[in-house]
């Protein structure tokens, strides 16, 4: 089994919210943190320089994508994710059940599994609980999720409670699985989460957070939410499954979210999250700043000199002005996307070090305060 | 007017190859050079960070394509192409009638210049001997290119020599215009150079050097080759102007060539080049290596852990294998597209470099010769 360890380090007075380190194999992570997403082994558009340079500490790579391209094969012989993309820092991986449900055609759930045909191909796949443990273990993922089932949204109550069922009994089903394969040593796995399910309903989320914690997980993610629902209800869900959820075990709540956002989530107790709008809002032009959002391809950049955020310290407002970028992005050019993308990441890289920052000097609440006040809208 | 200077620092006792200094007002480039395409003001994929890492002294930008997207009155507002894209070092710009006459619609020669539509949105536009260097003035080029007549491969003699008589008086009355707008002081146009035509013709190359030696250039082009004739022609036609050419004035051969060309362009006396080569087939996953081409998408390459080149310095072979290489070509990742045009840079670069040195320590003949040998073809 590789080591892994979670340690709170400073929590808010007034707020659930708290800083902490994650200790990996591939080094150390402070949380709460945010994880690019790096689906196919690469962040889009940026180099793994780059990368560090920005200061992301850890990355997501999608088991569904990097299990069709280039194949858990090829990865295993190249000597893992880490070797194959020259990455030395702590990888997560999804399970690659919500790529299934969300890309895959002809999928068909039963208590096995799921099958699938790729979408790429048309290729007949099986995804069961210890198969995606399996794959995750071929891609050395210091962080691994168990097969889930997720529904689509809205569902109603009685398919939720289904779909949690069987995310609970999967669950079982991969811990006695990564168990086995941890006591082979050589090609261990890595450290297995536990996902929280239950749609939007509060009880169900409960109940499973409570089934998931007896079978005792290193930690535990919520998966299934900010797909469609109103927030007030998603900050629901996570407090809700929380009630459940060890105070000494790190919490991450997959798939989210926007900027304003990321301090709410941190307040409910939240320690890691990922998600692609920093990266795919970045190549279709639009840049989180300081100061709200900025539409990049707008004409009344056309002739403005400034950099796109005063106050960022990204490469790219280091060196370019809002006048080249809105020409980039016109004329199509991939720099306008590296850039664009280069600057989101920092931005919610560095959100995440203020954050932090302002958790330990005990300064969290008004901080979250004035961040989402200023962010509100578009740039003027 | 702009300074520029051009010294021959060595030569090549066995050939025409030289090694010199151009110095502009943006600084010193050593030659023989090859100049990056940066169409649009971006060398496609590439930060101005990573060119310069990657030693480019000198790039190219295209004037038909500035002129039409942003604009040139937008380039001049926010100071000139060099901090518009935020590139210090020295930029030459060609003069649009390439583009103009390869790309845009409608196109009408006349004796006052030529009338197209924009390949963009189908506006009119008229590009005469004196807008093309206002727009390259408005840029604030370095180094500016009069408008010629370019004709297609093949064409016949009659037409080549009509081209070329056009372009001899192009150069005459671009001459004077520039002349009146250095005498203007404030915004002086960058160093005009003279451009050759004549096709295939080498008694036409012959009377158009001739002819523009006469009007005393600081600088001489040789345009329209590498368009589909045979190499030992296009060789043929470069010796044939450089007879009229005074030697202590730089040559530049436009839009050439392969990797395994460029120590011939450099024996025959050429002194600058540019080409899209190194960066659109980067983009096709066609890398330039020591050891000759690679495909980088051949299945062959998809469990290879060795770099790309070993022998290359670039950031790609120093940190990635052809494995991964491959399989970002395959996913359609940017990342792909980003670090195959740096290494195919990285190649021409170290190539020009390699012949400098070469050159400096008279070791040319021998160089060339082994560096041909082991480029061509496939990598074994």
């Known amino acids: 089994m590789k080591s892994f360890e979670f340690t709170v380090t400073h929590r808010d007075s007034g707020t659930k919210a708290r800083t902490g380190i994650l200790r990996t194999v591939h080094g150390d992570v402070e949380t709460p943190v945010f994880m690019p997403v790096g689906t196919l082994g690469t962040v889009k558009g940026l180099t793994q320089e780059a990368l560090e340079d920005l200061g992301a500490q850890i990355i997501l790579a999608n088991t569904y ?9 090829v990865i295993r012989e190249m000597g893992g994710l880490h070797r194959f993309m020259s990455w030395e820092r702590p990888i997560l991986t999804d399970s690659g059940g919500y790529q299934v449900f969300s890309l895959a055609a002809l999928r068909k759930v039963s ?9 790429l191909d048309g290729s007949l796949h099986m995804l069961t609980p210890a198969r995606a443990i399996e794959i995750q273990t071929s891609l050395g993922s210091d962080i691994i999720m168990p097969l889930d089932e997720c529904t689509e949204f809205p569902s109603s109550a009685v398919t939720a409670e289904k779909a ?53 997980f290193p930690g535990y993610a919520i998966g299934g939410l900010s797909v ?27 798939g989210v979210g926007l900027p ?26 639009l ?9 990049i391809r707008q004409t009344r950049y056309a002739r403005d ?31 306008g996307k590296i850039l664009n ?28 305060l004035d961040f989402r006040s200023r962010l509100q809208g578009e740039v003027q």
């Open 65 to 73: 994508h990097l299990y069709l391209r280039p194949g858990e094969q």
């Open 111 to 119: 208590d096995q599994g799921v099958r699938f045909r790729s979408h």
């Open 164 to 216: 949690m069922q069987r995310t609970t009994e999967w669950a079982a089903e991969s811990k006695r699985f990564w168990c086995e394969l941890s006591q082979q040593g050589e090609n261990a796995p890595g450290t297995l989460f536990g996902i929280v399910q239950g749609g939007t309903q509060a009880e169900l989320r409960r109940e499973c957070a409570r089934r998931l914690v007896e079978m005792d």
């Open 228 to 254: 469609g629902e109103v927030r007030p209800l998603t900050f629901e869900m996570v407090a809700a499954a929380e009630e459940y959820l060890p105070e000494e075990k790190p919490r991450y709540v997959m």
């Open 260 to 285: 304003e956002e990321l301090p709410q989530y941190v307040a409910l107790g939240v320690d890691m999250m990922d998600c692609v709008l920093p990266t795919r809002n970045g190549r279709n032009g």
């Open 287 to 295: 840049l989180f700043t300081s100061q709200g959002r900025m539409h």
């Open 305 to 335: 000199p400034r950099p796109v955020d005063e106050s960022c310290g990204c490469p790219g407002c280091r060196r370019y002005s809002r006048a080249y970028l809105r020409h980039l992005f016109i004329a199509g050019e991939m720099l």
């Open 341 to 368: 993308t280069a600057h989101n990441i920092y931005f919610y890289l560095d959100t995440m070090r203020r954050i932090r920052q302002s958790i330990a000097s005990g300064d969290f609440p008004r901080f979250s």
